[in-house]
């Protein structure tokens, strides 16, 4: 879990350069920014869109286990009848014999003909979520729809760390696509209070630390609204300058 607090050291001398200039309330500055902000961050948090994030299972999941569509493309072989003997294998089930054939080979003993385990992608996720493998070992030959199955499932998931930033943004007043629709973030406003109003912005799904530990997606979010705000004071004060025609 994850909370972003808009009034931090990061942003509390620009939300107080953009206020003084803007006329505008303390609190409705911190809110306006604070929306803004959870915003930036869905942006910054990946993937950047549904078809990439979809994508990026079936990568991840084909680093950890080979499909039978997969095979030909990962292992070409020169020996054209080694080649047809093997799908002939493939196509009957013959999975002991598949076994003794690969064991034998050079290029196919690094992989393992066992039965399906989810448990195998879990363990080969870093803390991003990704899988490093360049190649698949585990081999389920006989059980590829329940590798079909398992990838329509965690397609299901995509966005679900962008959601939690999503949840944020719908509670302070916007609107955010479909597929973000996974309930992982809360709002704590206190934007209205006497004294030094805040808002915290708090991202409940575990892994996203581990994106913003590679990425520095907050950092990088709270900069850019610094900037941003820095530069709508600029505006805010030539805009004076031009109505009082200086």
Known sequence: MISVEVQTQAVSEALLRYQAYTGKELGTVVKEQAKLLANRLIDLTPPKNKAQGTKRVDIDIGRVYLRNEWFENIFSFTNQRLGDRIKDEMRKGADDTLRQIFLHSQKLNRLHLEGFDPAKHKAARNTAGRVNYKYPYSYPVSQQEQ????????????????????????????????????????????????????VVLTNRVAYFAGLDSKQNIVARALEGRARDMIKGAQKAVERAKRSAGL
Request: hydrophobic letters at 35%; aromatic letters at 10%.
């Open 147 to 198: 590798i079909r199955a398992y990838i329509d499932r965690r397609k299901k998931n995509v966005g679900i760390a962008k959601s939690g930033w999503a949840a944020c943004y719908r509670a302070l007043g916007g609107s955010s696509p479909a597929w973000l629709s996974h309930d992982g973030g809360s709002v704590e406003d206190e934007s209205q209070a006497a004294e030094h109003p805040y």
